[in-house]
Protein backbone atom coordinates (compact mmCIF):
# COMPACT_ATOMS: atom_id res chain seq x y z
CA UNK A 1 0.00 0.00 0.00
CA UNK A 2 0.69 3.24 -0.48
CA UNK A 3 0.98 6.64 2.54
CA UNK A 4 -1.51 9.38 2.41
CA UNK A 5 -2.24 12.74 3.77
CA UNK A 6 -5.42 13.89 5.05
CA UNK A 7 -7.36 16.52 7.47
CA UNK A 8 -9.20 14.42 10.57
CA UNK A 9 -12.48 15.58 11.40
CA UNK A 10 -12.58 16.61 15.24
CA UNK A 11 -14.35 13.75 17.29
CA UNK A 12 -17.81 15.56 17.86
CA UNK A 13 -18.06 16.60 14.49
CA UNK A 14 -17.19 13.17 13.26
CA UNK A 15 -19.68 11.26 15.39
CA UNK A 16 -22.39 13.62 14.64
CA UNK A 17 -21.69 12.46 10.79
CA UNK A 18 -21.84 9.05 12.01
CA UNK A 19 -25.42 9.62 14.15
CA UNK A 20 -27.22 11.27 10.88
CA UNK A 21 -25.80 8.36 8.61
CA UNK A 22 -27.75 6.26 11.23
CA UNK A 23 -30.79 7.58 11.37
CA UNK A 24 -31.35 8.82 7.92
CA UNK A 25 -29.91 6.44 5.47
CA UNK A 26 -31.99 3.48 4.76
CA UNK A 27 -30.21 0.00 5.99
CA UNK A 28 -31.60 -1.66 3.48
CA UNK A 29 -28.96 0.65 1.06
CA UNK A 30 -25.88 0.03 3.52
CA UNK A 31 -23.25 -2.06 1.23
CA UNK A 32 -22.85 -4.26 4.64
CA UNK A 33 -23.38 -3.99 7.78
CA UNK A 34 -20.37 -1.88 8.56
CA UNK A 35 -20.98 0.73 6.00
CA UNK A 36 -20.57 3.44 8.00
CA UNK A 37 -17.66 5.46 8.16
CA UNK A 38 -16.79 6.02 11.67
CA UNK A 39 -13.30 7.89 11.16
CA UNK A 40 -14.78 11.19 9.65
CA UNK A 41 -11.62 12.78 7.30
CA UNK A 42 -10.67 14.46 3.54
CA UNK A 43 -8.31 12.96 1.77
CA UNK A 44 -5.45 15.73 0.82
CA UNK A 45 -3.36 13.46 -1.43
CA UNK A 46 -3.24 9.10 -1.67
CA UNK A 47 -0.87 6.98 -3.13
CA UNK A 48 2.70 8.77 -2.04
CA UNK A 49 5.38 6.37 -2.49
CA UNK A 50 7.26 7.59 0.77
CA UNK A 51 6.89 5.86 4.35
CA UNK A 52 8.59 8.70 5.75
CA UNK A 53 6.88 12.07 6.09
CA UNK A 54 10.15 13.89 5.72
CA UNK A 55 9.12 14.99 2.37
CA UNK A 56 5.94 15.92 3.03
CA UNK A 57 6.88 17.90 6.20
CA UNK A 58 9.18 20.25 4.35
CA UNK A 59 6.30 20.96 1.86
CA UNK A 60 3.92 22.11 4.43
CA UNK A 61 6.93 23.89 6.46
CA UNK A 62 5.18 27.25 5.61
CA UNK A 63 1.66 26.59 5.44
CA UNK A 64 -0.65 27.75 8.22
CA UNK A 65 -3.86 26.51 9.66
CA UNK A 66 -6.65 26.21 7.17
CA UNK A 67 -10.51 26.13 7.51
CA UNK A 68 -12.99 24.46 5.00
CA UNK A 69 -16.53 24.55 4.64
CA UNK A 70 -18.63 21.65 4.34
CA UNK A 71 -21.35 21.38 1.90
CA UNK A 72 -24.02 19.01 1.09
CA UNK A 73 -24.41 14.88 0.29
CA UNK A 74 -23.54 14.04 -3.24
CA UNK A 75 -21.77 10.87 -4.20
CA UNK A 76 -19.50 8.62 -6.51
CA UNK A 77 -20.60 5.80 -8.67
CA UNK A 78 -18.53 2.37 -8.88
CA UNK A 79 -19.66 -0.69 -10.38
CA UNK A 80 -19.80 -2.42 -7.06
CA UNK A 81 -21.19 0.34 -5.00
CA UNK A 82 -21.67 3.76 -4.52
CA UNK A 83 -19.82 6.45 -1.60
CA UNK A 84 -22.24 8.96 0.30
CA UNK A 85 -19.79 11.79 0.86
CA UNK A 86 -20.45 15.21 1.99
CA UNK A 87 -18.90 18.20 -0.22
CA UNK A 88 -16.00 20.29 0.70
CA UNK A 89 -15.24 23.64 -0.48
CA UNK A 90 -11.97 24.92 -0.01
CA UNK A 91 -9.43 26.08 -2.37
CA UNK A 92 -6.99 25.89 -0.01
CA UNK A 93 -6.80 22.18 -0.01
CA UNK A 94 -6.37 22.13 -4.11
CA UNK A 95 -3.49 24.31 -3.59
CA UNK A 96 -2.27 21.44 -0.80
CA UNK A 97 -2.77 19.17 -2.86
CA UNK A 98 -1.23 20.18 -6.08
CA UNK A 99 1.78 21.22 -4.05
CA UNK A 100 2.51 17.54 -2.93
CA UNK A 101 1.97 16.18 -6.00
CA UNK A 102 4.38 18.32 -7.64
CA UNK A 103 7.01 17.81 -4.99
CA UNK A 104 6.54 14.16 -3.24
CA UNK A 105 6.88 11.17 -4.92
CA UNK A 106 3.20 9.42 -6.00
CA UNK A 107 1.26 7.22 -8.23
CA UNK A 108 -2.22 9.56 -8.25
CA UNK A 109 -3.56 9.41 -11.63
CA UNK A 110 -6.71 11.35 -10.89
CA UNK A 111 -6.69 15.11 -12.29
CA UNK A 112 -9.80 15.87 -10.78
CA UNK A 113 -9.49 16.76 -7.24
CA UNK A 114 -12.80 16.27 -5.20
CA UNK A 115 -12.60 17.38 -1.61
CA UNK A 116 -15.03 15.08 0.71
CA UNK A 117 -15.66 13.25 3.78
CA UNK A 118 -17.13 9.56 3.13
CA UNK A 119 -20.39 9.40 5.04
CA UNK A 120 -21.01 5.33 4.18
CA UNK A 121 -20.47 2.82 1.22
CA UNK A 122 -23.98 2.10 -0.35
CA UNK A 123 -25.35 -0.77 -2.35
CA UNK A 124 -25.09 0.58 -6.70
CA UNK A 125 -27.63 2.74 -7.48
CA UNK A 126 -28.50 4.03 -3.54
CA UNK A 127 -26.54 6.87 -3.21
CA UNK A 128 -28.68 9.27 -5.75
CA UNK A 129 -31.84 8.60 -3.03
CA UNK A 130 -29.49 11.10 -0.84
CA UNK A 131 -27.21 13.67 -3.09
CA UNK A 132 -28.46 16.99 -2.74
CA UNK A 133 -29.70 16.82 0.52
CA UNK A 134 -28.42 18.50 4.13
CA UNK A 135 -26.35 16.62 6.63
CA UNK A 136 -26.60 17.70 10.03
CA UNK A 137 -23.09 19.43 9.63
CA UNK A 138 -23.98 20.95 5.99
CA UNK A 139 -22.77 24.68 5.73
CA UNK A 140 -20.49 24.21 8.98
CA UNK A 141 -16.46 25.54 8.75
CA UNK A 142 -13.80 23.50 10.24
CA UNK A 143 -10.15 25.00 11.35
CA UNK A 144 -7.28 22.73 11.17
CA UNK A 145 -4.42 23.06 12.53
CA UNK A 146 -2.61 19.67 10.95
CA UNK A 147 -2.68 17.32 8.70
CA UNK A 148 -1.86 13.22 9.08
CA UNK A 149 0.57 11.52 7.39
CA UNK A 150 -0.62 7.90 7.28
CA UNK A 151 1.50 5.49 6.47
CA UNK A 152 1.52 2.39 4.91
CA UNK A 153 0.18 0.58 8.08
CA UNK A 154 -1.91 3.36 9.14
CA UNK A 155 0.14 4.87 11.49
CA UNK A 156 -0.41 8.66 11.48
CA UNK A 157 1.82 11.13 12.53
CA UNK A 158 0.33 15.03 13.04
CA UNK A 159 2.05 17.64 10.70
CA UNK A 160 1.67 21.05 12.52
CA UNK A 161 0.72 23.92 10.40
CA UNK A 162 2.84 26.29 12.02
CA UNK A 163 2.75 28.86 9.10
CA UNK A 164 0.52 32.09 8.64
CA UNK A 165 -3.11 31.64 9.46
CA UNK A 166 -4.94 30.83 6.27
CA UNK A 167 -8.25 32.50 6.90
CA UNK A 168 -9.78 35.15 9.56
CA UNK A 169 -12.81 35.90 11.67
CA UNK A 170 -15.81 37.86 10.78
CA UNK A 171 -16.39 40.35 13.40
CA UNK A 172 -18.67 41.34 16.00
CA UNK A 173 -22.18 41.53 14.54
CA UNK A 174 -21.81 39.26 11.77
CA UNK A 175 -20.90 40.37 7.93
CA UNK A 176 -22.20 39.70 4.69
CA UNK A 177 -19.41 38.53 1.93
CA UNK A 178 -20.68 38.49 -1.46
CA UNK A 179 -23.89 37.45 -0.52
CA UNK A 180 -23.13 34.73 2.19
CA UNK A 181 -23.71 35.89 5.83
CA UNK A 182 -20.97 35.21 8.14
CA UNK A 183 -22.06 34.97 12.02
CA UNK A 184 -19.71 36.74 15.00
CA UNK A 185 -16.33 35.31 15.11
CA UNK A 186 -17.55 32.83 12.57
CA UNK A 187 -14.12 31.63 10.52
CA UNK A 188 -13.72 33.13 6.80
CA UNK A 189 -11.42 31.07 4.97
CA UNK A 190 -8.29 32.34 2.50
CA UNK A 191 -10.67 31.61 -0.44
CA UNK A 192 -13.28 33.44 0.42
CA UNK A 193 -11.36 36.36 1.49
CA UNK A 194 -9.77 36.57 -1.52
CA UNK A 195 -12.91 37.80 -3.24
CA UNK A 196 -13.59 40.33 -0.67
CA UNK A 197 -13.81 43.75 -1.87
CA UNK A 198 -11.63 46.96 -0.84
CA UNK A 199 -14.58 48.13 1.36
CA UNK A 200 -15.04 44.63 3.34
CA UNK A 201 -11.43 44.37 3.82
CA UNK A 202 -11.48 47.63 4.94
CA UNK A 203 -14.36 46.88 7.23
CA UNK A 204 -12.54 43.10 8.63
CA UNK A 205 -9.38 45.20 9.36
CA UNK A 206 -11.06 48.27 11.18
CA UNK A 207 -13.10 45.28 13.40
CA UNK A 208 -10.01 44.04 13.97
CA UNK A 209 -7.95 47.19 15.49
CA UNK A 210 -11.28 47.74 17.59
CA UNK A 211 -10.97 44.26 19.21
CA UNK A 212 -7.25 44.82 19.67
CA UNK A 213 -8.16 48.20 21.42
CA UNK A 214 -10.37 47.00 23.53
CA UNK A 215 -8.22 44.19 24.48
Known amino acids: ???STQCNLPRDLSQQITQWAVRNIDPADFLSTDGVERESHI???YGIEDESPRQVMHVLRNVGPIAVQLGELSHFEHPDEDILYIA???QTLHMLRGQ???AVPNSQTYD??????TVAKLKPGAGRKYTGRCADVSGKIVAFDRVEFSDPLHN???IWLQGP???SRAPAGG????GTWYMEHTMIPTDVMQDMSEAQYRQLSSARMTAMDEA
Not at 112 to 117: E, L, S
Not at 175 to 178: A, G, P
Open 112 to 117: CYQPHV
Open 175 to 178: MDIN
Open 165 to 167: IMF
Open 156 to 158: QIP
Open 1 to 3: EYS
Open 43 to 45: TVL
Open 88 to 90: VNS
Open 100 to 102: LME
